[in-house]
């Protein structure tokens, strides 16, 4: 079964075959729905009508709104911009301290909590954002009603989703960064020491270097994640709905080639992402 | 490092943070979620205890019949997922060289760059009845009329195996990457054959990822929502479906409240489960 | 102080639960020499070394450097630098960034910094690497790196901690050397740790031997070889053979022992507590036990001994012989006057008993 060990020809071009028929059942999906967003019809569907970009362009005059000019869609991916940039925001940084708890420190009862740092990969995402939704505003309506108090923030809207998403981007974020802390030699913070550097300086120039790749990876992956979340995000939403959620909707009406267009946008905006945070690893 | 009272100071400093974290979003939500679950209102501003919603659970059919059906095709959807992965994982582990192990690697994960949402509209353009494949199977004059494939459980489940995919493949490629070909090697040249090596020597060695893949994808098929929802028909509910109908649509809280603590418990049995059968912590295979 | 002692500590303990690794350790240090710790894997090296950095806190005892008590003063404010055991080259930084490191933390202008580092390569023999990174060095290349660091802060006290371990052998051979000249140009104090003999042997002016958490000894290297102190020491510094019997007399400082199979061997007593009627341990070397036919010189000690082989290593020949299940290893000269020999014949093997050390058995 590995290089070393012979094969029969038959089994080796099965194997092939399985291969490509796995990685065709891999794209496809993703290919039709690229290809669709440039097919000028008005459904996105067989059979092709030929090239437009008017499902980017078009300004509503021709019975047609394009991705650029629809301004639902637009105000919802403004808000899954907001949402993200402040999840990534803290989900790293409670990421980077988490990591220094459990690689660095030693107390008791560290085993326990670690556990308790998995946890919410284990809460299937609905259930995540279930429960916020109860906890806080329940709370919000209790207060409401006993105080006349309005905690609006505690509503279901943008703070509510950036907590539920956070509750689980922090484990990814803390496992990530952690593994790349567990690879740092503590040695290197003595000898800073030694030269002459107080703790805090040491922890700047030395530790902090060596962690830069995995903070960014970090937040790459927290910025994907928290974009792309659905299940979390729909129990929590409010007015504000991110893109997700309006995508959504607008699928439960009926497809037309400009969710074709705004999923193409995505993964290429995920692809860039994706591709910086690969090449900034490897240049270091 | 230096004094011990230092030292205290920036394990409490530390420490904070995740405690907050933990407590303010985890444990305390997730236990007043159960609370809830265990209230019954009487009137619009008076509670008490009780175990109405979980009687309701029991006495409809409905619910129970989701929840079941829900965790069996979730089971399913793992197993089929681990099926189709272990031989990719494989040749990409262990038969692919250089430049081509790490693209096919890169590939397997491309899919991923897209929500789950992009996913599942490009299956349903695929599979519905004015989709491509319909049009092709005309084109190629099997079929007479459209044909209709979306809405069905082979629907679903082709969707939340595509979804579940990259999480099994990685675990997978890691563990098998870190396996010695000597130990194949040894088991062949003692004697043993294809399935007593892969039985004896492959499995064993890659069951952490084994494991950690399958926690992975059985819950996130379990707690998957866009899939079921888009791609089932009629009778193909998802009980997250049921979940999320409790909260946005009848407002009823103490319902839906009871059905997530139910969901919880049975993925945490679930991967407990899992865990104890393969020997392996939640640790070794999460962290 | 009157001593221009740049480093001395007094009575040092450090114990990790009940084992002390660290065990009432008092050394004197003077400036500008090269004093290094011998002592095999595991006695405390390490300990010590980070107590005197500053890493670590003795559980008694004081440490004083240039006559100021050190013992609460923060590793980074230590006039001392340390090379590390595994270098601790920061993987972040290129080489100059390295070097300068310290330098920056004194507020040291930009570019007065890169003068200096410039000129530090140079001396030891690096000149324009600035720009590499660590990891595109060659082993020795680091090693250097890692000393100038170090030295380009000007310190009062270096901390080597086996820094050659990581070399392979032909590299320490002449890394040894150069360490030498390269404290001898810099006039810098040297604390060396090493597990190797030769390398204490050739490089310093003081050795401390330990053992332990203790120090058995410390002297310079020839009196180390000369007069060890205790067993331990004749038997961890240079090769020596050991010889255990029964004391029957004591005269003149010289001992007479009678081992396993009878036969009567002398040497001079090296420790109190050798009394007739004890048991002794008698230490001889190589290069002093000479093969005889029947002559004997006069006023030597002779025994026999069965051959068990030869081992030839040109200069360093040498023959190994079995005295009861004790094996006795003689030099062998090769400029032809060692006779022929055969396996498992028999030898004389005589030496001058003022060469020959006795210590108390059973006396640490
Ligand atoms: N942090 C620690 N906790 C407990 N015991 C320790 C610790 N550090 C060292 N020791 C013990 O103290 C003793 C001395 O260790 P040390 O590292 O000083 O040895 P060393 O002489 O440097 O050895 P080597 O030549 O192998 O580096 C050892 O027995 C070791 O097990
Ligand atoms: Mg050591």
Redesign the pocket.
Known sequence: MIRSVPRSRLFDSLYLAYLVAFFVYLALPLLVTAAFAFNDSPFPSLPWQGFTLDWYLADGSAGRTGLFHDDGLLGALWVSVQIAFWVTLASVALGCVNAVLFERLQFRGKEFLYLLMLLPLVIPGVILGVSILVFYSGMANDVSRLWGLELDVFRPGMTLVVMGQVTFITTLATLVIGARLRKFDPQLEEAALNLGATPLVAWFTVTLPWLMPSIFGAAAMAFLMSFENFNTTVMLTGSDTPLTVALFNRLREGSTPVLNAVALFLMVVSALLALLTMRQSQGR | MTSSAAGRLSLWLLLTPFVLWILLLVLVPHLQMLRVSFQVRESWDSLSWGLDQYQNFFSEAYYWRTFVRTGVMSLFTTFLTLLIAFPIAWYIAKMARGRAKGILFLACLIPFWASELVRTYGWMILLRESGLFSAWLQALGWVDGPVEMLYNDVAVIVGLVYNGLLFMVVPLVTTLDGMDENLVEAGYDLGGGHATVLREIVVPWAMPGVVSGCIVVFMLTLGSYLTPVLMGGKDSAWFTEQIFTQFITRFNWEQGAALGVLLLFLSSLMVWLGLKLSGQSLRKVMG | MTTASDLSCHGLV?R??R?S??DHISLDVPAGTFFSIL????????????LLAGF?KPDAGDIHIRGQRMNDVPPNRRPVNMVF?HLALFPTMSVGDNIAYGLKRRKVASAERNKRVAKVLEQVGLPGLEHRNPQELSGGQRQRVALARCLVLEPTLLLL??PL?ALDLKLREQMKIELKHLQKQFGTTFVY???DQSEAMVMSDQVAV?KN?RFDQVAPPEDLYREPATPFVAGFVGDNNQLVGEVVSVRDNLAEIRLEDGEVVRGRVASGGVKAGGRAELYVRPESLVLTGDALNEGYSAMQARVRTTLFDGANSRVEAAKGDQPVYARLPQDGSAPRLTTDGIIRLAWDPMLARVFAAGNP
């Open positions: 450090r990790f639960g084992q690794a660290v002592g095999p894997s595991g006695c405390g090296k390490t300990t010590l070394l980070r670590d055991q901690d086996e371990g740790i090493t597990h330990m958490g």
